[in-house]
């Protein structure tokens, strides 16, 4: 499964491998939100009773809300959420008694580690898990994303401490043979016009009972692991509008609202920005990510905006700048950094991500006078193995409060074993947005999208009305800090604050809008509000105000989902710092929130709402008769540590007799070459046999050969490698990286003997059809400047043979073209025919048009 198996310890203090004999994943997605249940069956072949651990991975921040261990076929235990510690403390006792004992725990938000105490010899137990997640906007309008992950990657850095709980840290060695079966169920509002797989293949059910609106999704053969994470992306009609729904939940008797949508705004004027471009150089994004980044960050050079400023910064185990601060876009700097990123490699080593972060948030705070006004936007490019994710939020969110919000980070996932615990949590901190690619798949597109929104002023001036104004009360009645304050004193342990409250919101910080990126935000409503018929967006944009009253679904959902999806939002909010208690005691000129109130709202919603989270675990206990009970053999927590930190899993633990070693290998750093190099002091090697005062790699390495099972990427990526295309048909994106690459840094297209053979690769710049073809105005009698006729064509050549599928990676550098043709016009217009600079830009275009449209139709 998903997982790096079930591992246990005998007398000689060697780990062991149980048998995983079967493990099955339903997922059902309906619209934007996918539940997933998974079943894993273990059966202890030995001959003695055991105490056993497992890690999975789940996506980031998915809300895990149900737990159940069912033994031998006929008794079911389901978990129950206790207070992390406390749960741990009665796993102990529990395993100590000789009872049956699951324990459910969570290292990081999107790693859950299960231990398994006392399972006797011969027995057979099915651990069942199932959560609810959130499902990404992708790139293109109308579709959802849909992740399962298969891998626990190696992280660099150490892990924190456990906290009272049973974790083991790190990885675990992976499991023999079993029987994988997938399946997912496609149920969305509108009809479903496209289900496709960038990860693996899959066989697809569409129009499922005769209605459009159902699909059934399988992996296309039968396999025994799965190597990389599984991706899903489904398109159905109508997926972005502006939606509401209402849910209620009869065993808490309370309302929760969920407002969705993916706004697509109106142009909206670029403002002079620095950005800075961090890109992961470890060793970790060796071969297609490394590949993938250097391809869009040289698209990105191409795309800036001339009055921007720009830096890019490469980071490891050291990081390194191309400018010590930021530089003006000029067609110097333009050209040194195209070099730069040509030379780019995954050398680096490890991943040390906060040092390279603190520099460059302090750098860009302290830039030149001249650019000190100008709002930095940041962007991410990692494949995030990291471990000290909490540093890193806070060291963002610091740096937001200093810049006054004149600050954003954006963070893009590279790879098919990617953590999407950092990448979320880089983005939201800093007020960005994150995205996500793997290797099969090309970051252009994406990544364009986020530089068109760094560009522009972020519309956050707007506020959402959850309830009707009749059943709000008065200013005077609401809750103030002072009363807050009061009432902390007064807390018991089982209480809950937002009883107090009318109704509470989460996240509480409403998200920037987008455009083109999905938004999501719940409403809690206490049980004397009566639910409203509408939600209410208003916002300050610059035709002026908005005013958008949204209709709630008119079918009141019954059940749970949106309201765990709301609690696990609401718990994330107190894990960093921006729930509306800490917003409260903000007001209150009081910026520190006792971790002890924090731990207890965490603990009052993972009890509240079923789920597991930091401070809240699962415990299923099989109480058995004195006669069942038998003596367990319990290893010493340190003992089992020290024996699996050595392994590393680096992907799913499906392949017969599997034999892994970890191999730590040293960097060879870069060169100084452009700008400076930073080093930074190694955290990750002290808990390993080596010396830490050196930077390291480390990498699971397999013994076994995973390529068959994956031939069909490679040998799709070997095709695409080998043809020769056409560039009258624009049907690759090879053909629109190289003719960008024609294109001046200002927008200009330059008449040179490269830009004519790219039309006519008979001829020469003199010779050439597209040469003669100049057109003239026939009242003057003049030819137009050649550089208006080359820059007319490439917008035209962009327009009509690009655009059908590339336009989103190719709409900036066809703006800037448009732009620079414009102001050429107004310098040179004795060539153009028109009574204006406008008629001019329009006569020399539908010249270029019909030159164009002429040459594709005579291939």
Known sequence: MFICGLTYILDNNEPKLLALENVSVEANIVDMISEVKICQTYKNTTSKT????????????????????????????????????????????????????????EQLSDIFQCS?????????????????????????????????????????GNPQSNDGKVLVPGNVPLVPNATLKVEVTCRMTSMITSIESSSHLITTELNIGGDNKVAKIQLAEDVSYLKKDFVLVAKSKDLDKLRAFLEYNPRTETNCMMLTMVPYLASIKSTPTELIFIIDRSGSMDGDPIKKAKEALELILRSLPEDCVFNVVSFGSEFTSLFPESKPYTEETFKTALDHVKSMDASYGGTEIFSVLEWVLQTSQDKKKEYIDFPTAAFVLTDGQVYNVDQIVELISNSLSKRNDQLRLFSLGIGDSVSHNLVESISRAGKGYAQFVTTQERMDKKIIGMLKNAVKPPIKDYKITWIDEKSSTDNDDKPTASSFLNFFKKLSSDAAITSTLKYCSTPHKIPILYSGVRFIIYCFLSKEVSPPKHIILEAICEDGPIRLEVPIDPVTLQGSKIHTLGARKMIQDFEEGSSYLHQIMKINEDNNLDQGIVREQIVDLGKRFSLASKYTSFLAIDERENLQISEAKITPKPEV????????????????????????????????????????????????????????????????????????????????????????????????????????YDGKFLASEEFYKYFDDSGDKVNSNLKKSIPQAEEENKLIKEEIWTTSIAIKYLEIVLFPKFKEESEICFEKATKVLKKLVMENEDGCKGNNSEEKVKWVLEKAGEWITKWVNEG
């Open 641 to 744: 540590q020290t024996l699996l930190y050595s392994y590393s899993a680096s992907s799913i633990p499906m392949q017969q007799s599997v034999m892994h070693s970890v191999t730590f290998s040293r960097p060879t750093l870069p060169k100084s070459g452009f700008g400076a190099t930073y080093n930074v002091p190694s955290v990750a090697a002290e808990s390993f046999d080596c010396d830490a005062a050196e930077p390291f790699y480390c990498s699971a390495v397999e013994s076994f050969d995973y390529a068959a099972a994956e031939s069909f990427d490679s040998d799709r990526l070997d095709d695409e490698n080998e043809k020769s295309f056409d560039v009258k048909r624009g049907e690759n994106i090879e053909i629109l990286f190289n003719f960008l690459r024609l294109q001046s």
């Open 116 to 156: 398994v105490g006392n399972l006797t010899p011969q027995q057979t137990v099915v651990i069942k898990i199932t959560y609810v997640s959130e499902l990404k906007h992708d790139s293109e309008s109308e579709r959802i994303r849909f992740v399962l992950p298969t891998t626990i990657a190696p992280r660099y």
């Open 50 to 105: 055991i105490e056993a651990l497992y890690k999975f991975p789940i996506y980031e921040n998915s809300a895990i809300y149900e737990f159940e261990a069912e033994i031998d076929g006929d008794k079911k235990i389901k978990g129950i959420v206790h207070e992390a510690k406390e749960a741990a403390q009665k796993y102990e006792e529990a395993v100590a008694s000789g009872h049956g004992a699951y324990l459910l725990e």
